[in-house]
């Protein structure tokens, strides 16, 4: 039932045993690896991660790692679904230390939370908090309108004006939870430790 070839890029970042333990208690049997030419033969691409966008950005870089999921993505049309900082490097730029180039998947930069935008909340933004879909959105089929997930983040991308299926949640703003569109999909939050509304999120993913 599930994609025999999903590959998880290990880039020397993040949380990537746990999403192993949440996929395979799927049933899904991933690859791990940090060569392009194992993910360039990807049916499908897990993107996770979790520290610096510029040193993860530079990592990606200096591996070949990023052409290799650009063509997967883009010239092959495969999925991906990006966790946490994998995410936000599927954005335009980020600006943690320094303004830097994402992959350009989604079109959305990524900034830290400002004091302005959250007000009495704190950053980094941790714990579950509730996630706001469209009833259209793939990767939330089966889950309610309003879903509880859990985050740790202190960097957020904004929806306004970004085409596809967007689900949002509030920390004194209002910012980009999950996207999907077409054959790309990220999350802010961690599916894998998001209990079973993250694993249904999980199975969705798989089963495309």
């Not at 949380?15 to 049997?29: D, E, K, M, Q, T």
């Not at 092959?76 to 992959?103: A, F, N, P, V, Y």
């Not at 939870?177 to 599916?191: G, T």
Request: glycine fraction near 10%; charged fraction near 20%; hydrophobic fraction near 40%.
């Amino acid at each position: 039932m599930m994609d025999p070839r999903i590959v998880v890029v290990d880039y020397g970042m993040g949380n990537i045993w746990s999403v192993l333990s949440a996929l395979r208690y799927l049933g899904c049997n991933p690859i791990v690896t940090s060569e392009p030419d194992e993910v360039v033969r990807a049916q499908g691409l897990v993107l996770p991660g979790v520290g610096s966008f510029r040193k993860a950005m530079t990592t990606l870089r200096h591996t070949g790692l990023d052409k290799a999921i650009l063509e997967v993505v883009q010239n092959r049309g495969r999925k991906i679904l990006g966790i946490c900082l994998g995410m936000q490097l599927m954005g335009s730029h980020g600006s943690e230390d320094g303004d830097t180039l994402g992959l350009g998947l989604i079109p959305i930069p990524v900034d830290k939370f400002t004091f302005e935008e959250i007000g009495v909340n704190k950053i980094p933004h941790i714990g579950f908090n509730s996630v706001r879909s469209k009833p259209d959105a793939i990767i939330f089929r089966s889950l309610p309108e309003t879903a509880d997930f859990y985050f740790v983040h202190s960097y957020r991308m904004l929806s306004a004006g970004l085409s596809g299926e967007v689900a949002t949640c509030v920390h004194g703003t209002e910012f980009l939870a999950a996207y999907e569109k077409d054959n790309i999909f990220a999350v802010q939050f961690h599916p894998e430790k998001s209990q079973t509304n993250g694993l249904l999120l999980l199975k969705n993913f798989l089963a495309q």
